[in-house]
């Protein structure tokens, strides 16, 4: 279904007697925990030619926006956002919202367009992006369901459709099942044609049989190699189980993708665990793996004709006002999430 555009002009709205220059945003001048955040007001965000402004209606909370608030595993910060304090005051990066100005050379988007996908500064009024990490946002979806996607869903279809290459008919294991990445994992294998089982904690059992998951496993229960069963996949989103553990649970062919880890270690916080996958995979008669994944446009559209089609739906937990920010990176932190956690502005 093709999503319809609600303006056609380049040029930002004119401003009213109200508009200011300034806005709501959640910033930090320090690297830590949930408590470095706090709403401060701030300069609008200006942008180049290439970029797109953006007025922010929904930012999801994913795992990343810890990485970077608490600026840990330590080599994060060697990758632009700084040393010893951030570069980048604002956090969050998935959002929905509707375009506020173009850049002179953006000829993809226009103002007034509702969009869905990956900016800087998400949480925040306003935020900067590119139309190479942004999508029209699906027609069916609310900003807060949008706001869920874009980072969540792309690294699930990632894994799926490029690290697992799942076909028809074969058995996926998604351990991590009930988490923002993990409820996408199971919904897009399942589109894919596989059986699949979700492994979760008891209280999150209900949500993964609700995602579509043929057979779920209660990890404080039971150990996933306990039934004797083997998987074509196993997709390991963000956990700590040993690779000798999760070989056993493959078939001898089979394909292990690490995606993410978390052990808690300082420079290198469970991607160790990838590398060593990497390295020991051409010894092996299975494929290990450890995705990487990729912020574009083209996955963005595809996960809208995902969701369009009724194959996909955003799980949202909960919503937080913008100057609880805080509360709800806390609230992921502590493992209570089931799917995702979105910020309202």
């Known amino acids: 279904m093709r999503r319809q555009r609600t303006a056609q002009t380049t040029t930002p709205h004119p401003a009213s007697p109200a508009t200011t220059d300034t806005m709501a945003a959640i910033v930090q001048d320090q690297y830590g925990g949930p408590e470095v955040l706090r709403l401060e007001e701030i300069d609008r965000p200006r942008i180049g030619d290439d970029e797109v402004l953006l007025r922010v ?3 999801g909370v994913d795992r990343g926006a810890w990485h970077l608030m608490a600026g840990l595993p330590y080599p994060v910060r060697l990758t632009g956002y700084g040393i010893r304090a951030p570069k980048t005051r604002v956090r969050g ?3 929905a919202g509707s375009v506020e100005a173009v850049g002179t050379n953006v000829t993809r988007f226009h103002v007034g367009d509702e969009v869905f996908g990956i900016a800087e500064g998400g949480f925040a009024e306003y935020a900067t992006g590119t139309p190479d990490k942004l999508a029209l946002k699906p027609t069916g979806l609310t900003f807060v369901q949008a706001a869920a996607v874009p980072i969540s869903a792309l ?3 990632q894994a799926v459709r490029d690290g697992g290459q799942v076909k028809p008919g074969q058995s996926v294991l998604v351990i991590g099942a009930s988490g923002g990445v993990g409820s996408f ?3 897009i294998a399942k589109a894919f044609g596989a059986d699949v089982t979700g492994v979760a904690g008891t209280a999150k059992l209900d949500l993964v049989r609700s995602l579509g998951a043929d057979h779920v496993i209660d990890y404080t229960l039971g150990d996933i190699t306990d039934g004797g069963r083997r998987y074509d996949v196993i997709l390991d989103i963000a956990g700590n189980r040993s690779l000798r553990h999760l070989r056993r649970a493959l078939t001898p ?8 880890g978390e052990t808690g270690g300082r420079w290198m916080g469970g991607f160790d665990r990838g590398f060593r996958a990497l390295m020991l995979s051409p010894f092996v008669g299975q494929q290990l793996r450890m995705l990487m994944n990729s912020e574009n446009a083209k996955d963005l559209t595809l996960l809208s004709e995902l969701i369009e089609s009724g194959a996909v739906k955003p799980a949202v937990d909960r919503t937080y006002p913008l100057r609880t920010t805080p509360a709800a990176i806390q609230y992921m932190l502590d493992g209570h999430a089931r799917g995702k956690l979105v910020i309202t502005i």
């Open 155 to 157: 690294t699930a279809l």
């Open 253 to 260: 062919h089979g394909t292990l993708v690490i995606v993410g």
């Open 93 to 95: 990066r998935e959002v």
């Open 185 to 187: 994992a199971v919904q």
């Open 57 to 59: 209606h929904a930012a």
